[in-house]
């Protein structure tokens, strides 16, 4: 069982950055996907970004693509996904969750994603 840990929610103005970091109880395995998703009130829950461990490669939203970066630290074990240019439409709960048998394919789709932390609140506001 994979314990996750998301920080670094808050509230900014629109235009703002911030950055969030995901922790898990354990290392992280080669096969892993770590992938933010986000949901806001009354929304279904959507897919932000994700990342896979072992090969660093990475996918995005449309909706975020050039605005919002994920990576890796290996050295601390976490997934961080820095947030620019955000805007109030990027309020939302964002929840980190580990994939553990991710393909390129699968790393968008939150059904194949097997942990999943409490949430973070981030508000944009206007």
């Known amino acids: 069982q994979v314990q996750l840990v998301e920080s670094g929610g808050g509230l900014v103005q629109a235009g703002g950055s911030l950055t969030l970091s995901c922790a898990a109880s354990?290392?992280?395995?080669?096969?892993?996907?770590i992938g933010w998703f986000r949901q806001a009130p009354a929304k279904e829950r959507e897919f932000v970004a994700a990342?896979?461990?072992?090969?660093?490669?990475?996918i995005y939203a449309d909706s975020v693509k050039g605005r919002f970066t994920i990576s890796r630290d290996v050295a601390k074990e976490t997934v961080n996904l820095r947030m620019n240019s955000l805007k109030p439409e990027d309020t939302a709960v964002y929840y980190c969750?580990?994939?553990?048998?991710?393909?390129?394919?699968?790393?968008?789709?939150?059904?194949?994603?097997?942990?999943w932390g409490q949430g973070t609140q981030v508000t944009i506001s206007s």
């Open positions: 354990q290392f992280f395995y080669a096969n892993d996907a």
């Open positions: 969750a580990v994939d553990r048998s991710s393909t390129p394919a699968t790393m968008k789709n939150s059904h194949d994603y097997d942990y």
């Open positions: 990342i896979r461990w072992r090969l660093g490669d990475k």
